[in-house]
């Protein structure tokens, strides 16, 4: 990051980082990066989540345009939305030390983590 972004990036940064400021919205996030787009139901499985916490929960994530669903019959699938945290990744990368070495956005593992859970986080991208 070489300049100060500007206000409506910090706006956008501070909105996905209060989305992600949840234990439950935390471990969904964590859940669709690790498992891949899931139900509703299999959410809820998979997190322990229940109902109506569980939608609620979502809904937070799908303002914040984290995640983004799609209809497969009576089904609502989940699935991140990876370009959303770019610019929140980069902020948190450039303050845990974790450098990506060239990467194009989106691809994981091509840098060295440093220290601290805020890279391991970063690396989501």
Same mark, same amino acid.
């Given at each position: 990051?070489?300049?100060?972004?500007?206000? /409506?990036?910090?706006?956008?940064?501070?909105?996905?980082?209060? /989305?992600?400021?949840?234990?439950?919205?935390?471990?969904?996030?964590?859940?669709?990066?690790? $498992?891949?787009?899931?139900?509703?139901?299999?959410?809820?499985?998979? =997190?322990?989540?229940?109902?109506?916490?569980?939608? $609620?929960?979502?809904?937070?994530?799908?303002?914040?345009?984290?995640?983004?669903?799609?209809?497969?019959?009576?089904?609502?699938?989940?699935?991140?939305?990876?370009? =959303?945290? $770019?610019?929140?990744?980069?902020?948190?990368?450039?303050?845990?030390?974790?450098?990506?070495?060239?990467?194009?956005?989106?691809?994981?593992?091509?840098?060295?983590?440093?220290?601290?859970? /805020?890279?391991?986080?970063?690396?989501?991208?």
């Amino acid at each position: 990051m070489n300049a100060v972004p500007a206000d /409506a990036e910090l706006d956008a940064m501070n909105a996905v980082l209060r /989305a992600l400021a949840h234990d439950v919205r935390l471990r969904l996030m964590l859940t669709l990066l690790e $498992q891949g787009e899931k139900s509703v139901g299999e959410l809820e499985t998979l =997190t322990g989540v229940g109902q109506p916490g569980l939608s $609620q929960q979502l809904a937070i994530l799908r303002k914040a345009e984290l995640v983004q669903t799609r209809r497969d019959a009576k089904l609502v699938i989940y699935s991140l939305m990876p370009e =959303t945290m $770019q610019g929140t990744a980069k902020l948190l990368c450039a303050l845990s030390g974790f450098a990506p070495q060239g990467a194009p956005p989106g691809v994981k593992g091509s840098g060295s983590r440093v220290r601290g859970s /805020a890279a391991a986080f970063a690396r989501i991208l």
